[in-house]
């Protein structure tokens, strides 16, 4: 009977281990890291927790930041800890600090401290809003806004207004937890893979498809690149205005880029026949380069109305469209010439503009590509005007 009940005995020790085991805290996850500095607004993140045995590691960033931690963490009460960095800042500075806090038992929710350079600020970390559907959740967009998606992660009420994410519908509102509308027409600019470096366009039917590189961007070794490597003007007396979304229909566009120095008409190809034209704005950080933020294309050999939109003259070549088709565009001028006399001028209005995200921060830049070549300028803040959908800059270099 000894035998038995030693047997019996080991037996429930190893059902108790197992279910210690179960029980044990794993933070391995997408996080939505929210900071809260004191006397500030709270800075939200998205970052990446592997957790493996008492080892964990942090990667991520919110904006003009990125993190980085390692630590250890027990499994059994949650309690973490360690070292790690933050690198903030245009120019980039690194501060060296160290993360402490604790998980639920649950493992869904996290709150500590971290400590970079003697100063110590909060932070709690949720799963809702990280792009995975987690237990517990209805529905999970990420960040995207208008989505039939609550920031709770619940499904919006029947017939709330909602954007469709790809961009070619319109008119939508929520059903059952998904966005429909009327489909815009074929060929309108979509967004499938957020990436600004490719056209995508819609089908007509309301989906959006995959289309190449975009006219701001270079393919290289297969991939769509942003580069915004350009010829900068002589002197900066360029100007920059857009808005976009305006509620009083007055979307417009207005750049010149004066005194290009000595420029050829073989440099902007040819647009009446094969060179794609775009005018291009993007944001440079200096810690991951260039940004892409908006495209707005004067395509080659495009026909407005009865008539070419572009057409050749013996110094360069101008595009012209009353009625706004192509991106919203409706005049561009390509001037070669020698000295100060090289310059371009490009024009927009209407709805047709693509809408205007927003500078995350300066400098703002511009450029416009034809082909492989291409012309920019960047405009340091503080600007003449920025608000919500316009801005409006001047002097770049």
Known sequence: MDHVRRGMQLVLFACALAARSSGAVDITNRWVLEIDPPGSSFVRCLVDIQQVGTSFDVSGGCTQASITFAGTIDPTTGAFTGPGTIVSGSPPIVFDCTMEGSASPSGTTLTGTIECAGQLVTFTAGLCQNGNLDAGEACDTGFVTYACCTPACTIEPDDTPCTNANGCQTSEVCSSGTCVGAPRPSGATCDLDSDRCTEDTCDGGGACVAGPCSSCCRQVAGACVFDASCTRPTQPLSHFQLTTGSPTGSDRLAWKLPSLGNTMIAEFGDPTVSTDVAICPYYQNELYGPTLLAAFRAPAGSICGSRACWRSSRTGFRY??????????????????????????????????????????????????????????EYQSPFIDEQPGAIEATDGQ
């Open 320 to 377: 012209r469209d009353r009625r706004a088709r192509f991106d919203g565009l409706t005049s561009i001028v390509l001037k070669a010439g020698d000295g100060g006399i090289a310059r371009i001028v490009a024009r927009g209005r209407s709805a047709n503009l693509p809408y205007w995200p927003g500078l995350p921060h300066p400098p703002l830049g511009v450029l416009l590509r034809a082909g492989a070549s291409c012309w920019s300028a």
